[in-house]
């Protein structure tokens, strides 16, 4: 059985897309049976891993999730890792499903899939809407990536309150596998004072804040216009060596 890790927070733009594939990256290089599912209707994570997520292809998670296709019908086995794509299509989720039981969406559709695969990794919308819940329900662990601003603090805030919403309703089992700090850079204040005070929101909200820091790097960016493999890219850069560390602390901590 996968265990499933989701990425997730509601603020865009801390490194959510970037770390779901260079997780899966680093599985893989272990041998692991790695799925990505695109959760997020901007479909950023479809392109990283060069899946085709045009629209007119009608083979996304989006058509699985309303039951067109079994989810094994819409997995795509590219070069880089198998992923479920998305598309703009999953945005119309949170109208078209609004009876009771849609929390349990995902889980429905990806439960025949769970027994494929190692390692499952959601990537999450920028949203604490219907579709987080839905990637939280299925979860094992949530992955809480922030950059170092005060507005990653705030969003970190609110995810854990839906994430305990999801554990009282839907999913006793999901836990928090920790805040992940990205673009850092050591020598500077503000990266200095979000770290102490994550440190501090970590403690009063019983989570970890993991001990590998994501250090910015323009080979990060470079990475996803090539839509390559980061430890092929650039492997001997400090980012990517980051993130290598980060797959090996979430392996200690049993994330993965």
């Not at 085709?52 to 292809?57: A, I, K, Q, T």
């Not at 880089?80 to 598309?87: E, F, S, T």
């Not at 604490?128 to 990536?145: E, K, Q």
């Not at 854990?160 to 990205?182: C, F, S, Y």
């Amino acid at each position: 059985m996968a265990k499933v890790l989701c990425v997730s927070n509601q603020k865009g733009g801390v490194g959510k897309t970037t770390t779901t594939n260079i997780l899966a990256m680093g599985l893989k290089k272990l041998g692991r049976r790695v799925l990505c599912v695109d959760f997020d209707p901007q479909g950023d994570l479809s392109l990283s891993l060069r899946a085709d997520n045009r629209v007119e292809m009608q083979n996304s998670i989006y058509h699985a999730l309303k039951g067109e296709l079994l989810a094994v019908q819409t997995i795509q086995h590219t070069p880089l890792c198998d992923v479920i794509p998305a598309n703009m299509l999953l945005s119309g989720i949170e109208l078209e499903f609004n009876g009771r039981g849609r929390e349990y969406l995902l889980q429905n559709c990806l439960r025949p899939v769970l027994n494929l695969y190692d390692n499952i990794l959601i990537d999450s919308p920028p949203a604490l809407g219907i579709l987080t819940i839905n990637a939280f329900t299925l979860s094992d662990f949530v992955l809480m990536p922030i950059k170092p601003d005060a507005y990653s603090l705030k969003g970190l805030v609110q995810l854990h309150g839906t994430l305990e919403e999801v554990r009282k309703k839907t999913n006793p089992r999901v836990k928090a596998a920790g805040i992940l700090l990205t673009n850092f850079v050591s020598r500077e204040t503000t990266c200095q004072t979000i770290l102490a005070a994550s440190r501090d929101i970590a403690e009063s909200l019983g989570i970890p804040l993991l001990d590998t820091t994501i250090r910015r790097s323009k080979a990060i960016t470079d990475v996803q216009i090539h839509c390559d493999d980061a430890f092929n890219f650039a492997p001997r850069n400090g980012a990517i060596r980051d993130y290598q560390n980060l797959v090996d602390e979430l392996i200690r901590r049993e994330v993965f």
